[in-house]
């Protein structure tokens, strides 16, 4: 219980709103790969992750409170995870599933992101490849016991997404101090190709 | 029929356009100069006893050090004869020696495999519909799927402010400063 100085009754009223809110997570699955499969066999009945409340996935990013990146983010994608996760209203939790979403994984390479928190603030991460069921209704567990605690987020961005100016060559093309991310004509892809 | 799709192919064209063919356990190849690529496609679709009306794959072979470094492999079926044949065709690296014409015109399947190509080994191929970057963004530099690309050369689109470097994956997990532990 993290608020000594505050009085008994907002204690109790918060310790209230974290159970309700540790058991009312509405998941969005951000589903790129193959952890897409367990993360199905963790929604259905034999492991049903329903039993902690969690049971609804919204397969929209406003309507959702935990973010689960399930699968490997790919350069590409990195945007676009970004867009979701910034469409999300707060509080939001954000869940890496897999060592993909966690790591990379074993795709060292010029096209995967190593790990959604390049791009996002995580967490929890569960590893495996894919994570057994049993995994993620572990890292779950852990989540509510930390909103259940109020110790709040385990990475935080300093300030909010319009704010920190992050490095997205494609959508924020100027920058907070007036300087352009965006590609100049030479520095784009000629037609014919060219070597780096 | 194994022998005569080749035999039929050194009918058509000499030795000038068929530099060289090899026929092992029934895989069937044949070596393409680049100039006459073209016409040794048409022919190999539009003959009667050859029929290849099917480009079932389009891919290339980085031969780094060597000369020409690329080369652009086809693989052709005859849904008619149920023969395939592969065709190789050697590109050099050099800045505008690197193009190769397109297919396209003759096999429409062809035509993203070609973009795929052009974005990861950077052959211009020419008289192609519309040669853009398929799988990497329009942002990416170089082609990386050519052997001299560094393995590990990602060109982020996005990253958050603090996130941990990761040219090499030890150093990140040794260096990585967010508290991990949830529990
Ligand atoms: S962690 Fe393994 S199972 Fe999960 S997305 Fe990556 S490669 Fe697939």
């Given amino acids: ?196 | 029929m194994a022998e005569s799709v080749l035999t039929t192919l050194h009918k058509h064209h000499g030795d000038d356009a068929i530099l060289q063919t090899a026929s092992y356990v029934g895989d069937e190849m044949a070596l393409v100069e680049r100039a006459h690529l073209l016409s040794v496609m048409q022919t190999l679709r539009d003959t009667p006893s050859l029929a290849f009306n099917m480009l079932t794959d389009l891919t290339v072979v980085d031969w780094l050090g060597q000369d020409p470094r690329f080369e652009v492999v086809y693989h052709l079926y005859s849904l008619a004869h149920k023969h395939r044949l592969r065709v190789k065709v050697g590109v050099p690296e050099g800045e505008g020696e690197c193009w190769i014409d397109s297919v396209s015109g003759l096999w429409w399947a062809a035509n993203w495999s070609e973009r795929e190509a052009y974005d990861l080994y950077g052959i211009d191929f020419r008289g192609h519909p519309d040669l853009r970057r398929i799988l990497m963004y329009e942002e990416f530099v170089g082609h990386p799927l050519r052997k001299d690309y560094p393995q590990n050369g990602r060109q982020p689109l996005i990253r958050r402010p603090d996130a941990v470097p990761t040219d090499d994956q030890t150093t990140r997990l040794l260096t990585h400063s967010h508290d991990r532990s949830v529990r």
């Avoid at chain 1, 505050?6 to 951000?30: C, H, M």
């Avoid at chain 1, 492991?47 to 973010?67: C, H, K, N, V």
């Avoid at chain 1, 603030?121 to 572990?138: A, H, I």
């Avoid at chain 1, 300030?159 to 494609?170: C, E, H, K, P, W």
Wanted: charged content about 20%; overall charge negative; glycine content about 8%.
């Fill in chain 1, 1 to 196: 219980m993290a608020n000594d100085n505050q009085g008994f009754v907002p204690t109790v009223l918060q310790d209230a709103i974290n159970w309700a809110q540790k058991y009312s997570l509405f998941t969005y699955p951000f589903a790129t790969a193959c952890c897409a499969m367990e993360f199905m066999s963790t929604m259905g009945p034999r492991y049903d992750i329903a039993r902690f409340g969690a049971e609804f996935p919204r397969f929209s990013p406003r309507q959702a409170d935990l973010l689960i990146v399930i699968g490997t983010i790919t350069e590409r994608q990195a945007p676009v995870l970004r867009r979701v996760y910034d469409q999300m209203p707060d509080p939001k939790w954000v869940m890496a599933f897999g060592v993909c979403a966690s790591t990379g994984g074993f795709y060292q390479n010029y096209t995967v992101t190593p790990g959604a928190d390049q791009v996002i603030p995580v967490d929890v991460y569960v590893p495996g490849c894919p994570p057994r069921p049993e995994q993620v209704l572990d890292g779950l567990m852990a989540l509510q016991n930390r909103i259940q605690e109020h110790r709040g987020h385990v990475q935080v961005e300093i300030g909010n997404t319009a704010a920190i100016g992050y490095t997205d060559r494609r959508r924020l093309p100027v920058m907070q101090d007036g300087t352009s991310m965006a590609l100049t004509e030479d520095e784009r892809m000629p037609r014919g190709g060219r070597t780096i």
